[in-house]
């Protein structure tokens, strides 16, 4: 993954440095390639949070292709209209909190015990 940042210089012009991290494997298992879909889906360390998120709906984690199938599943489990838009809301926090997590591990260096 690459981070593409803008700085500048004393005399205000502006130069575009890309910033590439350390390496290309994910910093949260330390193991994968560090991809979107393997961040926020396949990665060894956020199956569990998934993990938790089922447990804490009440529902069975099935087995899911990707990110996508996962979440349009967690979103059409209940099919009516206070079911869907609660899930619809709190799906969104499962990704965020990996995002945050990956990041405070890339700039901060912390890990937080999951
Ligand atoms: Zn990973």
């Known amino acids: 993954m690459e981070i593409v940042a803008q700085s ?13 991290l350390s ?15 393997h961040l926020f889906h396949s990665c060894t360390v956020v199956s569990e949070v998934w993990k938790w998120f089922f447990k804490w709906c009440k529902l069975s984690m099935e087995q899911h292709t990707s990110l996508d199938h996962l979440i349009s599943s967690l979103i059409n489990h209940d ?16 990704p965020w909190f990996v995002w945050k997590a990956r990041n405070n591990v890339v700039f901060n260096n912390t890990r937080r015990r999951w």
């Open 79 to 94: 099919t009516s209209d206070k079911g869907k838009k609660f899930m619809e809301t709190t799906v969104g926090c499962v």
């Open 23 to 37: 390496s290309d494997v994910c910093p949260l298992c330390s193991v994968e390639e560090d991809t979107v879909e």
């Open 8 to 20: 500048y210089s004393g005399s205000f012009q502006s130069k575009i440095e890309i910033i590439s």
